[in-house]
């Protein structure tokens, strides 16, 4: 069995003012990670204020290497097959993503993935995530 | 201060629809809050308490009580998903424990089925989400959201497809007897694993029904149930929990069952071993192998192996779940399961469940719910009750 990853527009995400930065670098490719100025934790989803310690926050670049925590390949809620995901990234956060340019089938827990980008209907591309080594 | 005997359910009632396009949701709120006044031998006159949460129509409770024609001088419209009712049930004894009411209405109701609204689709919560951004374009629905949960839970402890199936089988099982329910033909774990994918790992058949319909309970102080003539169900125990994504160190290995569980037994001062019927979340059969392991009936990572072979079958296996059929089987009322979990384990502890299910000498007995998304947010309610 194969299920080929289907490119899809997204649904586009509701840009923020706390979050403008973010969708800004996604545009340039680039993932940005809140980390706190305080506790020095990074977290997720991206919050202002740190939820581990309610300190103040900053944008750091992150590498964009990650490890599937967990996926689905829903099969039965759009007109195409999609993997949704949580990825663990290097920096020690887990997001929830898709993962795409695959074969959906062959996505295993604890497969190594790189970032990637895809388009939204009409906002700016969102995080999305690729096997790291082909095939 | 323990809320341990403070309050007795003393009426429950399960609408029988489960499909009904010709009535409105408040009518279905009206219709479920009669029948449980009426099982409980009271009156509207004698409701002095209001609960309701998300599926009720309008400003919290306002146009709900207004709608009935309550006299309230306590409300709650805590929304916890479909676990909000369990909590409603521990938040009404505390606030007859602490004189604010003497007499809780709770009510359910909705019609998903008839308007079409099934766990393959994304829910609108509205603007302003702080998650929104980071999980809507992913098309996170019901049912992927419990699905990583499956799939993860396979990866870490090594868990099957064929004894989640199980868990539908037990439901199917009780379900037979059940003129109400929805699907009441008994099936295999072949059938499960030979239902159409909907999200890997979760067949159809894993997932629970979409259906109209809905519930009612009153919760009493105790001089009132005393002088009711209904078998006495008491309220000995209760725990909340909300649990989320942990500020990104997601851990999709527990629920919020695994903090409101021990808690509730803690006020109940009973153990998981002296449960005899256990009503559980059933939105999917994840999230009942998930809370049973969080609750104590088995260890973390054991649920597969404990829910295999019958074992929640009533009359062959250690602990009868969902004798009803749950909402893997009979019924799944606004899309929210917490309600029907509440009343038949008052049906157990009445001796009114299905004598074919009927629980012998059920004594104690325990509801437990979540809502919300077990993959990303979710509320978590625990009740215990004891025939008393």
Known sequence: MSTPYTATPLKSPQVAPDNTAFWEAAREGRLLVRHCKSCGKPHWYPRTLCPFCMGDTEWKQASGRGTIYSFSVTRRAGPTPFCIAYVTLEEGVTMMTHIVDCDLDTVRIGQKVKLTFTP???GPPVPTFAPAEAG | MSINGKAYIVGAYEHPTRKAPDKSVAQLHAECARGALEDAGLTLQDVDGYFCAGDAPGLGMINMVDYLGLKVR??????????????????????????????ALITLAGRPRSEGSSGTQARNWGANLPDQPFEAPYNAVTVNLYAMVAMRHMFQYGTTSEQLAWIKVAASHHAQHNPHAMLREVVTVDDVLNSPM?????????????????????????EIAARLKRPKVKILGAGEAVKGQLGGEVD?????????GPIAFEEARIRPSDIKYASIYDSFTITVLMQLEDLGFCKKGEGGRFVADGNLISGVGKLPFNTDGGGLC??????????????????????????????????????????????SRHGSATVILERE
């Open chain 1, 120 to 122: 939204t209907e009409d």
């Open chain 2, 74 to 103: 306590h409300v709650d419209s805590t929304d916890t998903g479909g676990s909000a009712y369990i909590a409603h049930v521990s938040h009404a004894a505390q606030a007859i424990a602490a004189g604010k009411c003497n007499v």
């Open chain 2, 198 to 222: 909907i999200s890997d790992p979760l067949h159809k058949l894993d997932c629970c029904v979409v259906s109209d319909g809905g519930g009612a309970l009153i919760v009493a102080r105790p």
């Open chain 2, 252 to 260: 999709l290995s527990w629920s919020g069952a695994a903090i409101s």
């Open chain 2, 330 to 375: 009979n019924n799944h009322p606004a899309n929210r399961g917490g309600i029907t979990k509440v009343i038949e384990a008052v049906r157990q502890l009445r001796g009114e469940a299905h004598p074919a299910v009927q629980v012998k000498n059920c004594d104690l007995a325990l509801a437990q719910g979540t809502g919300g998304y077990l993959g």
